[in-house]
């Protein structure tokens, strides 16, 4: 089994930033790609940006020039700095992990979400 556990969401003011983080524990024998999504409510759960182990980044329109991600591998962790925050970047984030058990079966593992509130 593996776990991810996210962290460092909260409430802040448009223009803020916030740092997510999501680390990976449990039997990995490598994680392939690493990412978030984000859910708003009422709306589809959608890709925010993925990062491959060689750091090969991809963004939804939305929040491109805006958002960073990034991965430390030795860490099994993966990052999202989040700057110029907007009201309509207010969801739950989700980090999510594509990785191969020490069995080399592949997994998808999700985390248990973090929410994001933007609001004056």
């Known amino acids: 089994q593996v776990q991810l556990v996210e962290s460092g969401g909260g409430l802040v003011q448009p223009g803020g930033s916030l740092r997510l983080s999501c680390a990976a524990s449990?039997?990995?024998?490598?994680?392939?790609?690493m990412g978030w999504y984000r859910q708003a409510p009422g709306k589809q759960r959608e890709l925010v940006a993925t990062i491959t182990t060689r750091g090969t980044t991809n963004y939804v329109d939305s929040v491109k020039g805006r958002f960073t991600i990034s991965r430390d591998n030795a860490k099994n962790t993966v990052y999202l700095q989040m700057n110029s925050l907007k009201p309509e970047d207010t969801a739950v984030y989700y980090c999510y992990a594509d990785w191969v058990a020490r069995t080399s079966t592949r997994f998808n593992t999700w985390g248990q979400g973090t929410q994001v509130t933007v609001s004056s």
């Open positions: 449990g039997s990995i024998l490598s994680i392939n790609a």
